[in-house]
């Protein structure tokens, strides 16, 4: 990873993540067609007050989200870098943010879904020691989807 990237710790109102979420929400609808639809109804942002955003230099170049699931589990949102500054190291980090503000917030647990036609997202949490377990909530039934789950280290 570049030695200039910094995060921000922000909510749901900043400019910056709501254009990487325009971004983000354009890929998710070329990969996932009709079923998108579906999927837009859990991924307003107007209920998430955690947002990391990645900075190189001046410009927002990935962003990540938390909101609460219950007292104890933090859900992961909205995890999205750039596509030119890929393979950097960049969501790692920004998913590491999270996960430490979620500790400091007391939270035990992080969950996340994510859909079987995002490799790269699967490969992520992999490689960030999420855990597969069963699908949960509105994604239960779903066969194109995958759910996580790391347990935060007290």
Avoid at 44 to 60: H, R
Avoid at 67 to 92: C, H, L, P, Q
Wanted: glycine share 4%.
């Amino acid at each position: 990873m570049k030695r200039d990237i910094t995060l921000l710790r922000t909510t749901s109102h900043n400019p910056d993540f709501q254009r990487l979420v325009k971004d983000l929400d354009t890929v998710l609808a070329e990969r996932n067609g009709k079923a998108n639809v579906f999927f837009a109804q859990y991924n307003s942002i107007e209920t998430v007050k955690n947002v990391v955003l990645a900075y190189d230099d001046d410009e927002a170049i990935g962003c990540g989200a938390m909101k609460e699931y219950d007292e104890k589990t933090i859900e992961i949102k909205r995890m999205f870098v750039s596509e030119y500054k890929r393979g950097n190291g960049i969501a790692s980090v920004m998913l590491n943010e999270l996960e430490k503000w979620a500790s400091e917030l007391n939270y035990k647990r992080c969950i996340l879904e994510t859909g079987l036609k995002m490799p790269e997202a699967i490969s992520l949490y992999r490689k960030n020691h999420y855990q597969i377990i069963s699908n949960y909530g509105p994604y239960k039934n779903l066969k194109s989807n995958i759910c996580f789950q790391k347990l935060l280290m007290e």
